[in-house]
């Protein structure tokens, strides 16, 4: 297999590899191709990051008051509302 | 079946037989994630308002349905990703319908970005004008693949999880997830390619 071809198989797998996703032989190949092309590790550090971002960003699941307060009348639940 | 049976910890029996005060604990626990993922897929927040509403009067009258197979969040959520696909449907008839199994057949990109921009500092990553980039990158992959990517990597929702919800083949989940990452991976990468070039100059 030439470099190309490498980096083709890695594109393929790169979403299930930065999951951990992949069977050891496969996940070790790939190891194997990052430490020697250095578009493919950064092409990995970058999706690792991109993933980490929307996700160190994600606001906590809220719910704003005057929503909670239309939804709880919508389905007639006004007696639970509480303070 | 077993009277008693628990369910994520609200009882089934309770909410099948219409048990308001049952009901209102299950809308109190979950009414949060069902509103944020209404925003994270409609973008707008009076469309997430209206699908959290049509949610819980949906899953109010298919309770009795309601065979306890799958998890009551994975239920829910199901529910409000229809009612979700329903509204953009009835708003941008001519963008949901195709885009579906076009995501599924294109192959992956070959990668156009390649600069290492994870050494930038953390408050240029995440500044004001950073989150409103990111928001803006979710908001252009198409509706089947921010699907996938909000569920699996904001809701945290396991494979075979966002596959049931979207009802779709966990191959397809996986295709979709590895498109929606590596388009929002070269969104990001061209935006802070250039706050590099910036700070270098600096």
């Given at each position: 297999?030439?470099?190309h071809?490498?980096c083709?198989?890695l594109?393929d797998?790169?979403?299930d590899f930065v999951?951990g996703?992949?069977?050891e032989?496969?996940c070790?190949?790939?190891?194997?191709?990052?430490?020697?092309c250095e578009?493919?590790?950064?092409?990995?550090d970058?999706?690792?990051k991109t993933i980490?971002?929307?996700q160190i960003?994600?606001?906590p699941?809220?719910i704003?008051k005057?929503v909670?307060?239309?939804?709880?009348?919508r389905?007639y639940?006004e007696?639970?509302?509480?303070? | 079946m077993d009277?008693d049976w628990?369910?994520d910890g609200?009882?089934l029996?309770a909410?099948r037989n219409?048990?308001?005060?049952?009901?209102s604990?299950l809308?109190e626990?979950?009414?949060?994630l069902i509103?944020?993922?209404?925003?994270?897929?409609?973008?707008?927040?009076?469309?997430?308002?209206?699908v959290l509403?049509?949610?819980?009067i949906?899953a109010?009258r298919?309770?009795?349905?309601?065979?306890g197979r799958?998890?009551?969040?994975t239920?829910?959520?199901r529910?409000?990703?229809n009612?979700?696909?329903?509204?953009?449907?009835?708003?941008?008839?001519?963008?949901?319908a195709?885009?579906?199994?076009?995501?599924?057949?294109?192959?992956?990109?070959?990668p156009i970005?390649?600069?290492?921009?994870?050494?930038?500092?953390?408050?240029?990553l995440?500044?004001g004008?950073s989150?409103?980039?990111l928001?803006?990158?979710?908001?252009?992959?198409t509706t089947?693949?921010r699907?996938?990517f909000?569920?699996r990597?904001?809701e945290?929702?396991?494979?075979r999880e966002?596959?049931?919800?979207l009802?779709?083949?966990?191959a397809?989940?996986?295709?979709r997830l590895?498109?929606a990452r590596l388009q929002?991976?070269?969104?990001?990468?061209?935006?802070?390619?250039d706050r590099l070039?910036?700070?270098?100059?600096e």
């Amino acid at each position: 297999m030439n470099e190309h071809d490498d980096c083709q198989a890695l594109l393929d797998s790169l979403s299930d590899f930065v999951d951990g996703d992949l069977h050891e032989k496969l996940c070790a190949e790939i190891e194997r191709h990052l430490g020697t092309c250095e578009n493919c590790r950064i092409v990995v550090d970058t999706l690792r990051k991109t993933i980490n971002l929307y996700q160190i960003t994600s606001t906590p699941p809220t719910i704003p008051k005057d929503v909670r307060k239309r939804l709880y009348r919508r389905l007639y639940l006004e007696d639970y509302l509480g303070d | 079946m077993d009277k008693d049976w628990h369910h994520d910890g609200f009882s089934l029996e309770a909410l099948r037989n219409g048990d308001r005060e049952q009901f209102s604990r299950l809308v109190e626990a979950y009414s949060p994630l069902i509103y944020r993922l209404g925003v994270k897929i409609l973008t707008n927040p009076q469309d997430a308002e209206d699908v959290l509403q049509e949610t819980f009067i949906k899953a109010y009258r298919s309770l009795k349905d309601f065979d306890g197979r799958s998890k009551l969040s994975t239920w829910l959520y199901r529910i409000a990703t229809n009612e979700a696909l329903m509204l953009l449907r009835k708003k941008r008839p001519e963008t949901v319908a195709i885009e579906d199994t076009q995501d599924d057949r294109d192959g992956n990109r070959k990668p156009i970005h390649i600069v290492d921009w994870c050494c930038l500092p953390e408050e240029e990553l995440v500044s004001g004008e950073s989150l409103e980039m990111l928001k803006k990158a979710a908001e252009n992959l198409t509706t089947s693949l921010r699907l996938v990517f909000v569920l699996r990597d904001i809701e945290g929702m396991s494979t075979r999880e966002t596959a049931e919800v979207l009802d779709i083949s966990e191959a397809a989940v996986k295709t979709r997830l590895s498109r929606a990452r590596l388009q929002l991976r070269e969104d990001l990468s061209a935006y802070y390619a250039d706050r590099l070039e910036e700070q270098n100059y600096e």
